[in-house]
């Protein structure tokens, strides 16, 4: 059974015989084709009746039943093998393509079996992806649907901690300042200066404003206020004489 199956499916194998490769021509690729050892050759062909009879290949037209010939050929690295069946001199239906690349045979894989590979490995990877996905998926009554990601954890904590940069400061906070250091440096000018890096600080000449003279107190100011006296308390009256009882 398990030749049988090899036989049925022979995608996935691959022939050569590397006593061929340097003598491979489209002469006799047919005959590196037909040997005992390949797979893919099968022994009940047209091609095995023609060689023991020791017939040219010209009379596979006049035969009916399965046979191989040579489709293509690019000489010296390529070439391609049909397997058909032969109803008729002028009707044939393809049954399968080898193609020998180097000495190397494959099989060509027919378009159900591409378009079937194709979409098995899409689904497979689609299917591989949600089962990952769902591996990082959480759920717990009270706060919903949430993603765990396990490697995010780790680089996370192998991952230097960056320090937040400062924010830079607004032009209401630069124009106020510069306010207030043009104001100390008026209240508060610089004693020396230095012209150049290495020379000898130069004192700076500080002009002080002419001091105006006092103003004459003026009159009103200079006599002192006269203090009004305070209104006496007003005097109590005697106490009034009770009459004596008799």
Same mark, same amino acid.
């Given at each position: 059974?398990?030749?049988? %199956?090899?036989? =049925?499916? &022979? ?19 047919? =005959? ?25 290949? %010209? ?37 399968? %393509? ?52 396990? %490697? ?25 300042? =510069? ?32 001091? &105006? ?34």
């Amino acid at each position: 059974m398990a030749s049988m %199956d090899l036989r =049925d499916n &022979l995608l996935g194998i691959s022939w050569v015989d590397s006593g061929w490769v340097p003598i491979l021509n489209p002469g006799n690729v047919l =005959d590196y084709f037909s040997e005992r050892s390949n797979p893919f050759y099968d022994r009940t062909c047209n091609n095995e009746v023609v060689k023991m009879q020791r017939l040219t290949l %010209d009379h596979l037209n006049q035969m009916v039943g399965v046979e191989y010939i040579l489709l293509h050929a690019q000489e010296p690295i390529l070439y391609i093998v049909r397997k058909q069946q032969r109803q008729s001199p002028t009707q044939v239906v393809p049954l399968a %393509d080898y193609y020998i690349n180097a000495g190397v045979v494959y099989q060509a894989p027919d378009l159900g079996s591409v378009i079937s590979s194709r979409a098995l490995s899409a689904v497979h990877g689609i299917q591989s992806a949600f089962d990952e996905a769902m591996s990082f998926c959480r759920y717990h009554p009270s706060k919903g649907y949430w993603w765990h990601f396990k %490697d995010q954890e780790e680089r996370e904590k192998v991952k230097p901690k960056s320090k937040k940069k400062e924010e830079p400061s607004s032009m209401f906070q630069r124009q106020r300042v =510069d306010t207030l250091l043009l104001d100390l440096r008026n209240k508060f000018p610089p004693l020396f200066y230095q012209p150049k890096p290495g020379e000898k600080p130069i004192p700076v000449e500080v002009k002080k404003e002419p001091e &105006l003279p006092p103003e004459a107190p003026k009159q009103e100011e200079r006599e002192p206020a006269v203090k009004t006296a305070a209104p006496a308390a007003p005097s109590k009256a005697p106490p009034e004489k009770r009459a004596r009882l008799q």
